[in-house]
């Protein structure tokens, strides 16, 4: 009877749930892997060439880069404007992912790729066919540590670099032109705090988003609930007892929250306040 209610490939709850070797779509099908795995192979390899194009050219006119920074920004956008246009693209392409509903075309279309804006992978390429164990859960502790572990590292590797500095300076042992392109990079606070604030900025919307969805099940007749963002996923059981899984998630969402709502924002308040006198003269 499932089988002649869903379509090819949709079973669980509500028909949300697709079947190997398919994968779900916002739009209510399921499609086959075959295919469509095409996709994620691209974007890998593309995001791969990109990175290493960056590297290549940070390498090569990193020096220049660095010294004319403000100028080669100003040259190409302005800063306010780009942030503005983000941050909307970030909301549009968030809109059918967080609502749950599925937009007529051209809009979903518009709305799928706008969500690469908020680097929400889930949405747009077939994971599920990489591996089926991937699930919401998976989805949120990707998207809320990668950023949380990224910084930190980024953060205690400048201060390493920049106590080596410190000691190679008071020495005088070292020759500071045979240091390394990443010792450079390191070394320099303005870049890291440039990189760290840029990666905070970027997933602060995704990783408020993942977790709110955490909190966000719905109840069935039998008296089971399942998480709207992966009925895949039980909240609660028959007797309306949380799963120890979700009790987990649960715990975990509200703790990264003390980071991702009033951390990150606190962060941005105190150094714009730190920083007032020097940004309010800065030409």
Request: net charge negative.
């Amino acid at each position: 009877l499932r089988k002649m209610i869903c379509g090819p490939g949709a079973s669980g709850k509500l028909c949300d749930v697709c079947e190997g070797p398919t994968y779900y779509l916002n739009e209510g099908n399921c499609e086959l892997c075959s295919g469509n795995i095409t996709l994620l192979y691209v974007f890998i390899v593309l995001l791969t060439a990109v990175v290493i194009l960056a590297a290549w050219i940070w390498y090569r006119f990193g020096a220049y880069i660095s010294a004319n920074w403000p100028l080669i920004i100003a040259a190409v956008f302005d800063t306010g404007r780009m942030k503005v246009v983000f941050a909307n693209a970030q909301i549009v392409g968030s809109v059918s992912w967080s609502t749950g509903v599925s937009w007529p075309k051209p809009f979903s279309y518009v709305s799928k790729v706008f969500s690469l804006f908020e680097l929400n992978v889930f949405d747009v390429l077939p994971l599920e066919c990489v591996g089926p164990a991937y699930g919401f859960y998976d989805y949120v502790l990707t998207q809320t540590l990668f950023p949380v572990l990224l910084n930190a590292a980024l953060f205690l590797l400048m201060e390493a670099e920049m106590k080596k500095n410190d000691t190679r300076v008071a020495s005088q042992h070292r020759d500071q032109r045979k240091k390394s392109f990443w010792q450079k990079s390191l070394g320099d606070e303005n870049f890291v705090w440039g990189i760290i604030l840029l990666v905070f900025y970027i997933w602060l919307p995704i990783g408020n988003l993942a977790l709110m969805r955490i909190f966000q099940c719905t109840e069935f007749p039998d008296g089971s609930e399942y998480l709207d963002a992966d009925l895949s996923i039980r909240c609660k059981d028959e007797h309306g007892n949380f799963t120890s899984a979700h009790i987990a998630m649960l715990t975990y969402s509200c703790l990264m929250l003390l980071i991702y709502m009033p951390g990150i924002p606190a962060l941005f308040y105190i150094l714009l306040r730190n920083n007032h006198d020097e940004i309010m003269s800065y030409d």
